[in-house]
């Protein structure tokens, strides 16, 4: 089975300042991990994706994230934050076992201060 | 491209009743899944379709839900009879393959009340 989870349901940073959404894993088998981004009433956009190779991984809008084995932990950043970053994102693993319908964590919603 | 497209939008029902919501993949895409998203969660697979055939449906409460992909394209997801707590967005996505990392496309959505 594989799990998911985000540290922190909210996370608010200033404009311009470094955006941190952390996300830790469990896994059976060598994980596929995404981010996916929701904008209010819109569906889910992907963000980046890490499938092989590379740890870090660079995304759409500024995004990037790394990949830590050692850690399983897969966290996202972008160096400085725009208003309109404001969503919600989750992080998201690909199941394993033929099959590869993700496993999204909660969450977390990035409020921008001005 | 014209992405993932759902309906209805939005629903609105009484407990017990019955409901279908419809979605169309992207043109030439394989695999097709359906999750259920409750407020304040992320979404959670319910069952995954490639071309017409059943890949995954373990999370599916089969006593209530079923879901169909005939002729390998469009599908339909019912719920009969609904409860109270299966009041959800029901998200629909569609990807070219079946091999691990394919990016999945996501729908607008179905809002459902229950009553």
């Known amino acids: 089975a594989q799990s998911v989870t985000q540290l922190g349901s909210h996370v608010s940073v200033s404009e311009g300042a470094l955006v941190l959404l952390r996300c830790n894993y469990s896994?059976?088998?060598?994980?596929?991990l995404f981010w996916y981004v929701q904008y209010p009433n819109q569906g889910l956009q992907l963000l980046l994706k890490y499938t092989t190779g590379a740890t870090l991984v660079k995304g759409i809008n500024g995004f990037e994230a790394e990949f830590k084995k050692s850690e399983t932990s897969f966290h996202l950043t972008k160096p400085s934050a725009h208003m309109s970053d404001a969503a919600e994102y989750f992080c998201a693993v690909s199941r394993g076992g033929g099959a590869d319908g993700l496993t999204f964590g909660k969450g977390t919603h990035l409020i921008i201060q001005p | 491209e014209a992405g993932v497209a759902q309906s209805p939008r939005y629903k609105i029902i009484e407990k017990r009743q019955s409901v279908a919501f419809w979605c169309n993949p992207i043109s030439g895409h394989a695999t097709l899944y359906w999750y259920q998203q409750i407020l304040g969660q992320g979404p959670k697979l319910l069952i995954q379709f490639q071309n017409n055939g059943v890949v995954d449906d373990s999370q599916l409460p089969k006593d209530r839900f079923s879901a169909e992909r005939l002729k390998g394209v469009d599908s339909t997801l019912k719920i009969q009879p609904a409860k109270l707590e299966d009041s959800a967005v029901y998200l629909c996505?569609?990807?070219?393959?079946?091999?691990?990392?394919?990016?999945?496309?996501f729908g607008p959505g179905t809002r459902l009340t229950v009553l």
């Open positions: 996505a569609s990807s070219f393959g079946l091999a691990g990392g394919n990016e999945q496309f």
């Open positions: 896994s059976s088998v060598p994980p596929y």
